[in-house]
């Protein structure tokens, strides 16, 4: 009796079967970078640091360079500088931060007493008894997880030794890249086969093209954000206008994040300062922050040197925030502008092809197009 021959194996099924296991090396491969990158994080956020800094201070070591002078020198004289204006800013930032810190203390105990009399009123119409029964449970609740807040108190110790760590760490680093970047890209580059090194170093050259741009587009970009909440502040009369001020023009180097966050604090501030109205104006300002940075000022200033989609910026910052915290909140975003660079020096190029063609033709190729165009 002749055997029955099997059905044939649908051909979606075949190519679902054959992108199901190449997504699940794929995901596999990332899950051990996570691990990975969760055990050795102490090296490669410096390290990463380092890089965002290099694009600021090797500039004007470089023109130090250019001039003849040592290496070292020149790399020492751009440290001692940035370190004077840091301590310039502190010195003039820090006193007036403190001064004002007495007097919000003063009008957040009658903001606070401002904001329980408006509870009362139109439109929540709430009881006093009520609102010291809330107060009441709230303090009940912090009492009850003194534990809890000890134990943070306990992470927060070891939190402030590893940034104390990576910051020491960083400035190392960043002091050998600028006094030695140009050896230590061509040793980088000689790790790979000869026939190889060109497209390193384009590779190379378009990655630290756009972490550069995005670096100083989000710099410019805070700067304004900053400018216009510290004067909308100054000008309503809000406390501490300058921290906030500048903890917007922090805020500009998390995406979409960042400014939302720093516009809510500041309205709370001034909610409890000055009153609704205020809060209101706040808000406002920062909405239109907002606006500037996503419509008018970031895509001027960014250019084409970083161009994402919001929501691609938006799962940056997401697995960024999972695998380190609010320091990988801060690196997703240029990581993920260095490697779209390197697709895109792929996409633009096949490097094989153009080797093919100079040989063919004993002509040298025509240089590859900037990530910028």
């Not at 002749?2 to 794929?26: C, D, F, K, M």
């Not at 102490?42 to 090797?58: D, K, N, Y």
């Not at 009520?130 to 009850?144: L, P």
């Not at 999972?322 to 779209?340: F, Q």
Request: glycine fraction near 10%.
């Amino acid at each position: 009796m002749a055997q029955r021959s099997s059905p044939e194996v649908p051909r979606w099924l075949n190519t679902a079967a054959a992108v199901g296991w190449r997504l699940l090396i794929v995901g596999a491969g990332l899950y051990v970078v996570f691990l990975a990158f969760g055990k050795l994080r102490l090296i490669i956020m410096p390290v990463l640091f380092a890089m965002f800094l290099t694009t600021v201070l090797a500039p004007p070591a470089n023109w130090l360079k250019k001039r003849r002078w040592p290496a070292a020198l020149a790399t020492f004289a751009v440290f001692l500088l940035a370190a004077c204006v840091l301590a310039g800013l502190g010195f003039w930032f820090v006193p007036k931060v403190v001064d004002q810190f007495g007097s919000v203390g003063k009008q957040a105990n009658q903001g606070f007493k401002d904001v329980q009399r408006w509870l009362t009123h139109a439109p929540f119409h709430l009881k006093q008894a009520d609102i010291d029964r809330y107060i009441n449970e709230a303090k009940n609740q912090v009492n009850q997880r003194q534990g809890a807040i000890a134990q943070g108190a306990l992470t927060g110790v070891g939190l402030l030794v590893e940034v104390i760590t990576t910051t020491l760490l960083t400035l190392v680093i960043t002091f050998f890249f600028v006094k030695d970047g140009e050896q230590i890209s061509k040793w980088m580059v000689g790790l790979f086969a000869p026939e190889r090194s060109d497209e390193v170093k384009e590779i190379g050259r378009r990655s630290w093209e756009a972490l550069g741009g995005y670096i100083r587009g989000t710099a410019i970009n805070g700067v304004v954000n900053g400018t216009v909440m510290g004067i909308t502040l100054a000008v309503i009369g809000v406390p501490l206008a300058l921290p906030l001020a500048f903890l917007t023009f922090l805020g500009a180097f998390v995406p979409l994040v960042g400014a939302i966050v720093t516009g809510v604090l500041a309205a709370l501030i001034a909610l409890v300062a000055n009153g609704g109205v205020a809060a209101l104006v706040v808000i406002g300002a920062t909405i239109l922050v907002h606006n500037l940075e996503g419509y008018i000022v970031g895509p001027f200033v960014l250019g084409r040197a970083v161009h994402l989609h919001p929501v691609a910026i938006l799962l940056a910052l997401t697995t960024g925030t999972i695998v380190a915290g609010i320091l990988g909140a801060i690196l997703a975003v240029p990581v993920l502008s260095i490697a779209l660079a390197i697709i895109g020096y792929y996409r633009s190029e096949d490097p094989e092809a153009v080797a093919a063609a100079a040989d063919d033709t004993g002509e040298k190729p025509e240089p590859l197009r900037t990530a910028a165009g």
